[in-house]
């Protein structure tokens, strides 16, 4: 997978992350089962404090990558 923007750091709160967030939407709404998509869009999440969102994404990457 490629991050939708490279240049967003994950890492602080920015209109960048929501963007990378809404890139990631499709990505997943395209291959359901992509595990990396839901690790990286959780970690925009928490990194934006939406942290049930980023809980449930974090848990979809683990049950898609033990299923893997």
């Not at 990396?36 to 990194?47: F, K, N, P, Q």
């Not at 939406?50 to 994404?57: A, M």
């Amino acid at each position: 997978i490629t991050i939708p923007f490279p240049e967003c750091p994950l890492t602080e709160i920015s209109p960048k992350t929501e963007e990378a967030i809404n890139e990631l939407d499709k990505i997943i709404e395209s291959e359901p089962h992509d595990s990396e998509a839901y690790l990286l869009r959780g970690w925009a999440y928490a990194t934006n404090h939406r942290y049930p969102q980023s809980i449930s994404d974090l848990n979809n990457a683990i049950e898609l990558s033990a299923s893997a």
